[in-house]
C-alpha cells in the first residue's frame, strides 16, 4: 500500500503562484509513476502532468504546459504553477500507479486551489 497527502494549496490572485507537494509513504519503491488531476466544480478531473518514479522527463497536459514544473525530491513529488489563472481554480490531486499498465490506485485526499481575479 501506499499513502499520498497533498499540501500547499490555498487561495492566491491571479498571475499568482503556488507550490503544491505530494507526500508518499509507504511501499513507494513499487511505484511507477505519479501524476497530478484536478476536477473543478461541474467539470471532470482532469490530468494535469506526471513524472516517472524513477526520474526522466515529466509529462504536461496541455491545459498547463507552460505555467507548470512536476519534480520529485525523495518521497515528495511537487506540482510548481506560475502564473495562475482563475481557471485553474480546482482540487488539486496526486495519484499513484505501481505498473505502465492499469489505472491509478492511490490517491490522496486533494488540495483546494483557487485562484481570484
Known amino acids: 500500500q501506499v499513502q499520498l497527502v497533498e499540501s500547499g494549496g490555498g487561495l492566491v490572485q491571479a498571475g499568482g503562484s503556488l507550490r503544491l507537494s505530494c507526500a508518499a509513504s509507504?511501499?513507494?519503491?513499487?511505484?511507477?509513476?505519479v501524476a497530478w488531476f484536478r476536477q473543478a466544480p461541474g467539470k471532470e478531473r482532469e490530468v494535469v502532468g506526471n513524472?516517472?518514479?524513477?526520474?526522466?522527463s515529466a509529462y504536461y497536459a496541455d491545459s498547463m504546459k507552460g505555467r507548470i514544473t512536476i519534480s520529485r525530491a525523495g518521497n515528495t513529488v511537487y506540482l510548481q504553477m506560475i502564473t495562475l489563472k482563475p481557471e485553474d481554480t480546482a482540487e488539486y490531486y496526486c495519484a499513484a500507479k505501481p505498473s505502465v499498465i492499469g489505472g491509478y490506485d492511490y490517491w490522496g485526499q486533494g488540495t483546494q486551489v483557487t485562484v481570484s481575479s
Open positions: 509507504g511501499r513507494t519503491f513499487d511505484l511507477y509513476r
Open positions: 513524472i516517472n518514479w524513477s526520474g526522466g
